[in-house]
């Protein structure tokens, strides 16, 4: 159980051109995902908390409108990388908070794959 | 400022031995730990988890002690294998939101 899925995952693209990724809890629902950015050897950043139905809450530094987030269902959220550069190459990797109870904070998050985004 | 910190970037262990991977953290408003394994160009796979309640998780092979006086938490695996060779972070969360260490290179020899 707590499979996270992403799509694509490895995508190369000119420099101006957009990149959807998705990321799918496949089997638990999950209200909240998130969104990490890995640069070589180092750490995991967090980039955005995304929840159903609503805005994407995105971390300080992080322009909402390079990196657009949705979260229509309980399984899907998608990050779009808009006007791509070659300093936005990364690897992009999604989280999904398997949460027991609404009210409860101890929960975990289980991680897509990743997407390796090269920008030329 | 780094919250999370593993100041061992890499760690070499014998197979069949232990190996102890260390995690300090700053912020005594951190409730929830976790330990991930991550293989490259892939997703951490979680492995263990403690709440700020206790001082000992155990699942198998692998111990997570939190000393919360200290703002530190260790993982113990016993005995390692090659297997086990990977990048390990922990993370530490306050309502959800996880705070990653640099993580720290683990490598068994066989």
């Known amino acids: 159980g707590a499979v996270v899925s992403q799509h694509p995952s490895r995508v190369i693209c000119k420099s101006g051109t957009s990149v959807k990724i998705e990321c799918r809890s496949l089997?638990?629902?999950?209200?909240?995902m998130f969104w990490y950015r890995q640069f070589p050897k180092q750490s995991l950043m967090l980039m955005a908390t995304s929840n159903e139905g609503s805005k994407a809450t995105y971390e300080q530094g992080v322009e909402k409108d390079k990196f657009l987030i949705n979260h229509a269902s309980l399984t899907l959220s998608t990050l779009t990388v808009t006007s791509a550069h070659p300093e936005d190459s990364s690897f992009y990797i999604c989280?999904?908070?398997?949460?027991?109870?609404?009210?409860?904070?101890?929960?975990?998050?289980?991680f897509g794959p990743g997407t390796r985004l090269t920008v030329l | 400022d780094q919250q999370v910190k593993q100041n061992s970037p890499s760690l070499s262990v014998q197979e069949g031995r232990i190996s102890i991977l260390n995690c300090d953290y700053t912020?005594?408003?951190?409730?929830?730990f976790l330990w991930y394994k991550k293989y490259p160009a892939e997703g951490p796979t979680f492995l263990i988890s403690?709440?700020?309640?206790?001082d000992k998780n155990e699942d198998g092979r692998f111990t997570v002690f939190l000393n919360k006086s200290a703002k530190h938490l260790s993982l113990h695996i016993v005995p390692s294998q090659p297997g086990d060779s990977a990048v390990y972070f922990c993370a530490a969360s306050r309502t959800y939101k996880y705070i990653f260490g640099t993580g720290t290179r683990l490598k068994v020899l066989a």
């Open positions: 912020n005594s408003m951190f409730d929830y």
């Open positions: 989280s999904a908070r398997d949460q027991k109870n609404v009210w409860d904070t101890a929960d975990t998050q289980y």
């Open positions: 403690i709440s700020s309640i206790k």
């Open positions: 089997d638990f629902q999950a209200t909240t």
